[in-house]
């Protein structure tokens, strides 16, 4: 199916992207995979489009944002090798799911994705981003469960999942993370023995 996000990105990057990266590029999967981001959330129709697909580097996608604070939005940070380390997207209109292919970007420190239009359930892959420190996916409308293999992050120290129709319970593995702040509906949809807030 040519109209699925997949089949959209693999497009863009033969056809459309003008870098036109060789295919043994080191960033070659990472440029996909945050193609695959924005073809899976419509990023034609986010509110900023943070220089996204722009025929430059990935670290380039990105834009400041002079409001009362200087806010670096996009592809927020780097490591000196061009790898991707922090990624804020919040609220700007991303509608779809989260591609579970997001897990393979190892070397993710931060991940906002807050205030979106944001479904479907929380792909297991992230666990794979044992570098991960923030992951902030508050007010969407994800569904399904905490997966467990978030109990991997050893070094996740704030996890904001409330405002969302998140169900079930906190894994127990997340819960022996004992992450700093780690905020979800445990008021109303779920149940957390080890949330410092609940909504």
Known sequence: ???????????????????????DAPNLLQRYILALLYFTTDGSNWEFSYNWLAPVPECQ???????QYEVINGVCECSADGQVTSIDLGYNS????????????????????????????????IGNLVKLEKLNLELNSLTGTVPSTLG???????MWLHFNSI???????VCALNIDRLW??????????????CF
Do not use: Y
């Not at 497009?11 to 060789?22: A, G, V």
């Not at 991997?152 to 704030?158: G, Q, S, T």
């Open 1 to 23: 199916d040519d109209n699925t996000p997949h089949a959209k990105t693999l497009d863009w990057l033969i056809n459309d992207d003008k870098l036109q990266i060789s295919p």
């Open 61 to 67: 996608w990105r834009e400041e944002r002079a409001d």
């Open 94 to 125: 991303l509608i779809g799911t989260i591609p579970s292919e997001l897990g393979q970007l190892d070397e993710l420190e931060v991940i906002f994705l807050d205030i979106n239009k944001l479904s479907g359930t929380i792909p297991s892959e």
């Open 152 to 158: 991997r992050l050893a070094n996740l120290d704030r």
């Open 167 to 173: 169900t079930g319970e906190m894994p127990n593995e």
């Open 184 to 197: 979800a509906d445990c008021s109303s949809d779920m149940e957390c023995s080890c949330c410092n807030s």
